[in-house]
């Protein structure tokens, strides 16, 4: 079993910033794709940004320019650092990774809990 858990959410004031980490913990022999989704109320889950076991990612045209994903693999955590926060961004935002187990062998997509993030003046 793998459990994925985020942290980092809160409030914050438009162009202001925060970083939101995620761990992955359990019967892991690799990670492979990690990415980070938000879903605002009323709205349907969106991608934000994702990054592969080599490094290479992609963002949403939206976060271009003031979001970062990272990750660090030796301990098995991904990280979103937003900056300059607009009110559009107000959403839960999850975690989402391909995860190898090794018992059984089998790759299968986890997703964590969620955080809420709230950008208010």
């Known amino acids: 079993q793998v459990q994925l858990v985020e942290s980092g959410g809160g409030l914050v004031q438009p162009g202001g910033s925060l970083r939101l980490s995620c761990t992955a913990s359990?019967?892991?022999?690799?990670?492979?794709?990690m990415g980070w989704y938000r879903q605002a109320p009323g709205k349907e889950r969106e991608l934000v940004a994702a990054?592969?076991?080599?490094?290479?990612?992609n963002y949403a045209d939206s976060v271009k320019g003031r979001f970062t994903i990272s990750r660090d693999n030796a301990k098995n955590t991904g990280y979103l650092q937003m900056n300059s926060l607009k009110p559009e961004d107000t959403a839960v935002y999850y975690c989402?990774?391909?995860?190898?187990?090794?018992?059984?062998?089998?790759?299968?997509?986890?997703w964590g809990q969620g955080t809420q993030v709230t950008v208010s003046s």
């Open positions: 989402n990774a391909e995860v190898t187990t090794p018992r059984p062998w089998l790759t299968s997509d986890y």
């Open positions: 359990g019967s892991i022999f690799s990670i492979n794709a």
């Open positions: 990054i592969t076991s080599s490094g290479s990612t």
